[in-house]
Protein backbone atom coordinates (compact mmCIF):
# COMPACT_ATOMS: atom_id res chain seq x y z
CA UNK A 1 0.00 0.00 0.00
CA UNK A 2 1.58 3.35 -1.34
CA UNK A 3 1.84 5.90 1.21
CA UNK A 4 -0.68 9.49 0.05
CA UNK A 5 1.72 11.45 1.85
CA UNK A 6 2.18 13.26 5.53
CA UNK A 7 -1.15 15.62 4.88
CA UNK A 8 -3.34 12.37 3.54
CA UNK A 9 -2.05 10.27 6.03
CA UNK A 10 -2.23 13.01 8.92
CA UNK A 11 -6.48 13.21 7.55
CA UNK A 12 -6.68 9.69 7.64
CA UNK A 13 -5.45 8.98 11.22
CA UNK A 14 -8.26 10.61 12.63
CA UNK A 15 -10.67 8.43 10.94
CA UNK A 16 -11.74 5.47 13.25
CA UNK A 17 -12.19 1.99 12.11
CA UNK A 18 -15.27 0.80 10.71
CA UNK A 19 -16.27 4.81 10.17
CA UNK A 20 -18.04 5.54 6.73
CA UNK A 21 -16.33 8.21 5.36
CA UNK A 22 -17.50 10.83 2.60
CA UNK A 23 -14.26 12.65 0.99
CA UNK A 24 -16.06 15.77 -0.87
CA UNK A 25 -14.03 17.41 -3.22
CA UNK A 26 -12.04 14.02 -3.65
CA UNK A 27 -9.96 15.12 -7.20
CA UNK A 28 -7.48 11.94 -7.31
CA UNK A 29 -9.17 9.71 -4.84
CA UNK A 30 -5.91 9.08 -3.18
CA UNK A 31 -7.43 9.72 0.05
CA UNK A 32 -10.18 7.03 -0.52
CA UNK A 33 -8.20 4.57 -1.97
CA UNK A 34 -5.69 4.42 0.90
CA UNK A 35 -8.13 4.27 3.33
CA UNK A 36 -9.62 1.28 1.09
CA UNK A 37 -6.28 -0.37 0.76
CA UNK A 38 -6.09 -0.24 4.76
CA UNK A 39 -9.31 -1.44 5.98
CA UNK A 40 -9.83 0.81 7.73
CA UNK A 41 -13.06 2.05 6.48
CA UNK A 42 -15.80 -0.68 5.29
CA UNK A 43 -17.85 2.17 3.66
CA UNK A 44 -16.49 4.96 1.34
CA UNK A 45 -18.55 7.94 -0.72
CA UNK A 46 -16.11 9.90 -3.06
CA UNK A 47 -17.59 13.52 -4.33
CA UNK A 48 -16.71 15.76 -6.51
CA UNK A 49 -18.07 18.71 -8.30
CA UNK A 50 -16.11 17.71 -11.60
CA UNK A 51 -16.93 15.08 -13.79
CA UNK A 52 -13.55 14.81 -14.74
CA UNK A 53 -11.72 14.71 -11.43
CA UNK A 54 -14.88 12.10 -10.05
CA UNK A 55 -13.20 10.11 -13.40
CA UNK A 56 -9.77 10.11 -12.27
CA UNK A 57 -10.87 8.96 -8.72
CA UNK A 58 -12.67 6.17 -10.47
CA UNK A 59 -9.37 5.43 -12.42
CA UNK A 60 -7.25 4.95 -9.10
CA UNK A 61 -9.56 2.89 -7.98
CA UNK A 62 -9.51 0.42 -11.15
CA UNK A 63 -6.84 -2.24 -10.09
CA UNK A 64 -8.97 -1.95 -6.55
CA UNK A 65 -10.15 -5.55 -5.67
CA UNK A 66 -10.60 -4.89 -1.81
CA UNK A 67 -13.62 -5.42 0.09
CA UNK A 68 -14.93 -1.49 1.43
CA UNK A 69 -17.63 -0.17 -0.51
CA UNK A 70 -16.81 2.61 -2.21
CA UNK A 71 -19.45 4.59 -4.38
CA UNK A 72 -19.07 7.35 -6.55
CA UNK A 73 -21.47 10.72 -6.28
CA UNK A 74 -21.54 13.88 -8.71
CA UNK A 75 -22.29 17.17 -6.94
CA UNK A 76 -21.77 20.02 -5.06
CA UNK A 77 -20.25 20.69 -1.65
CA UNK A 78 -22.62 18.06 1.01
CA UNK A 79 -25.57 17.79 -1.71
CA UNK A 80 -24.49 14.18 -2.72
CA UNK A 81 -24.85 12.97 0.28
CA UNK A 82 -28.01 11.68 2.70
CA UNK A 83 -28.47 13.42 6.15
CA UNK A 84 -26.51 11.20 8.34
CA UNK A 85 -25.30 8.42 5.92
CA UNK A 86 -21.72 9.06 6.91
CA UNK A 87 -19.51 9.21 10.16
CA UNK A 88 -16.94 11.10 9.46
CA UNK A 89 -16.84 14.06 6.34
CA UNK A 90 -13.57 14.96 5.04
CA UNK A 91 -12.73 18.46 3.35
CA UNK A 92 -9.23 18.74 1.76
CA UNK A 93 -7.21 21.27 -0.09
CA UNK A 94 -10.25 23.74 -0.62
CA UNK A 95 -10.44 27.17 0.85
CA UNK A 96 -11.58 28.13 4.23
CA UNK A 97 -13.73 30.32 3.33
CA UNK A 98 -15.70 27.54 0.96
CA UNK A 99 -15.63 25.34 3.22
CA UNK A 100 -17.86 27.43 5.85
CA UNK A 101 -19.94 28.27 2.56
CA UNK A 102 -20.32 24.59 2.63
CA UNK A 103 -20.98 23.82 5.90
CA UNK A 104 -23.52 26.44 6.53
CA UNK A 105 -25.73 26.14 3.25
CA UNK A 106 -27.94 23.20 4.86
CA UNK A 107 -27.29 23.33 8.59
CA UNK A 108 -29.89 20.77 9.37
CA UNK A 109 -27.60 18.40 6.95
CA UNK A 110 -24.51 19.42 8.64
CA UNK A 111 -25.31 18.33 11.98
CA UNK A 112 -26.34 15.07 11.07
CA UNK A 113 -23.00 13.72 10.45
CA UNK A 114 -20.73 12.91 13.48
CA UNK A 115 -17.64 14.65 13.07
CA UNK A 116 -15.65 16.65 10.04
CA UNK A 117 -12.17 16.39 9.03
CA UNK A 118 -11.51 19.74 7.56
CA UNK A 119 -7.85 20.90 5.68
CA UNK A 120 -7.84 24.10 4.58
CA UNK A 121 -5.66 25.35 1.50
CA UNK A 122 -6.11 28.68 2.93
CA UNK A 123 -8.15 30.79 5.08
CA UNK A 124 -7.58 28.57 8.86
CA UNK A 125 -8.13 31.46 10.30
CA UNK A 126 -11.87 32.39 8.98
CA UNK A 127 -12.35 28.67 9.41
CA UNK A 128 -11.72 28.37 12.64
CA UNK A 129 -13.09 31.62 13.53
CA UNK A 130 -16.52 30.49 11.95
CA UNK A 131 -16.43 26.75 13.77
CA UNK A 132 -16.38 28.47 16.69
CA UNK A 133 -19.13 30.64 16.02
CA UNK A 134 -20.90 28.32 14.79
CA UNK A 135 -21.25 26.21 17.81
CA UNK A 136 -18.36 23.09 16.60
CA UNK A 137 -16.42 21.40 18.48
CA UNK A 138 -13.02 21.71 17.55
CA UNK A 139 -10.95 18.40 19.07
CA UNK A 140 -7.92 18.33 17.57
CA UNK A 141 -5.62 20.35 15.22
CA UNK A 142 -2.54 19.08 13.40
CA UNK A 143 0.16 20.28 11.33
CA UNK A 144 1.66 18.48 7.97
CA UNK A 145 4.24 18.71 5.61
CA UNK A 146 3.19 19.17 1.97
CA UNK A 147 5.12 20.53 -0.99
CA UNK A 148 6.85 22.93 1.13
CA UNK A 149 4.03 23.86 2.97
CA UNK A 150 2.88 23.18 6.34
CA UNK A 151 -1.12 22.03 6.31
CA UNK A 152 -3.31 22.91 9.22
CA UNK A 153 -5.71 19.95 10.02
CA UNK A 154 -9.03 20.75 11.61
CA UNK A 155 -11.19 18.01 13.17
CA UNK A 156 -14.06 19.00 14.26
CA UNK A 157 -17.99 17.82 15.80
CA UNK A 158 -21.06 20.10 14.52
CA UNK A 159 -23.42 21.33 17.25
CA UNK A 160 -26.30 18.90 17.97
CA UNK A 161 -29.01 20.70 16.31
CA UNK A 162 -29.28 22.83 13.24
CA UNK A 163 -27.82 26.38 13.88
CA UNK A 164 -28.08 29.75 12.37
CA UNK A 165 -24.56 29.97 10.10
CA UNK A 166 -22.65 32.73 11.07
CA UNK A 167 -21.17 35.63 8.79
CA UNK A 168 -17.62 35.87 8.56
CA UNK A 169 -18.18 40.09 8.05
CA UNK A 170 -17.10 40.04 11.71
CA UNK A 171 -13.99 38.34 11.44
CA UNK A 172 -11.28 39.88 13.02
CA UNK A 173 -7.95 39.68 12.03
CA UNK A 174 -6.55 38.62 15.58
CA UNK A 175 -3.73 36.49 15.75
CA UNK A 176 -5.47 34.28 18.16
CA UNK A 177 -7.66 32.84 15.28
CA UNK A 178 -4.71 31.60 13.10
CA UNK A 179 -2.56 29.66 15.50
CA UNK A 180 -3.52 25.92 16.10
CA UNK A 181 -4.77 25.48 20.20
CA UNK A 182 -5.97 22.08 20.17
CA UNK A 183 -2.37 20.65 18.68
CA UNK A 184 -1.73 16.54 18.73
CA UNK A 185 1.85 15.81 19.97
CA UNK A 186 2.38 14.75 15.75
CA UNK A 187 1.31 19.13 15.07
CA UNK A 188 2.87 20.45 18.03
CA UNK A 189 6.82 19.19 16.30
CA UNK A 190 6.23 20.93 13.69
CA UNK A 191 4.87 24.39 15.50
CA UNK A 192 7.90 25.77 15.87
CA UNK A 193 8.27 25.70 12.05
CA UNK A 194 4.72 26.85 11.65
CA UNK A 195 5.40 29.73 13.64
CA UNK A 196 8.62 30.40 11.75
CA UNK A 197 7.21 31.28 8.73
CA UNK A 198 4.30 33.09 10.04
CA UNK A 199 6.77 35.71 11.81
CA UNK A 200 9.01 35.77 8.69
CA UNK A 201 5.65 36.82 6.53
CA UNK A 202 4.93 39.41 9.16
CA UNK A 203 8.59 41.04 9.14
CA UNK A 204 8.54 41.16 5.13
CA UNK A 205 4.83 43.01 6.07
CA UNK A 206 6.49 45.40 8.12
CA UNK A 207 9.54 45.86 6.24
CA UNK A 208 7.56 46.56 3.24
CA UNK A 209 5.53 49.54 5.18
CA UNK A 210 8.31 50.85 6.52
CA UNK A 211 10.25 50.91 2.75
CA UNK A 212 7.57 52.18 1.27
CA UNK A 213 6.58 55.18 3.83
CA UNK A 214 3.34 54.10 5.25
CA UNK A 215 1.60 56.49 6.91
CA UNK A 216 -1.23 54.10 8.45
CA UNK A 217 0.65 54.29 11.96
CA UNK A 218 -2.60 51.78 13.57
CA UNK A 219 -1.64 49.07 11.01
CA UNK A 220 2.49 49.64 11.72
CA UNK A 221 1.34 49.01 15.53
CA UNK A 222 -1.08 45.97 14.50
CA UNK A 223 1.93 43.96 12.53
CA UNK A 224 4.09 44.83 15.66
CA UNK A 225 1.55 43.42 17.83
CA UNK A 226 0.81 40.24 15.63
CA UNK A 227 5.16 39.92 15.79
CA UNK A 228 5.04 40.39 19.49
CA UNK A 229 2.82 37.95 19.86
CA UNK A 230 4.03 35.08 17.54
CA UNK A 231 7.47 35.74 19.05
CA UNK A 232 6.38 34.80 22.36
CA UNK A 233 4.47 31.84 21.12
CA UNK A 234 7.52 30.46 19.44
CA UNK A 235 10.12 31.28 22.35
CA UNK A 236 7.86 29.38 24.17
CA UNK A 237 7.99 26.26 22.07
CA UNK A 238 11.10 26.43 21.01
CA UNK A 239 13.24 27.94 24.52
CA UNK A 240 14.79 30.59 22.01
CA UNK A 241 14.39 34.29 21.37
CA UNK A 242 14.98 34.64 17.47
CA UNK A 243 13.99 32.47 14.65
Avoid at 86 to 98: F, Q
Amino acid sequence: MKSPGARLETIAGHVVSGEVVADIGSDHGFLPLYLAEGCICSRIIVTDISGASLNKAMAAFASYGGGARVEFRLGDGLSPLERGEADAVVMAGMGGVLITRILGKDTEKTVSFGKFILQPRNGAGKLRFWLKEAGFSIEAEDLAPEGGFICEILTARPPDSPFKAPSLEGYEEAIENELPLSLTDAGKEMYAGFLSRKISRERRILDAMRSGGAADKDRIRDVKGRLDFLSEAYKEVSGHDEV
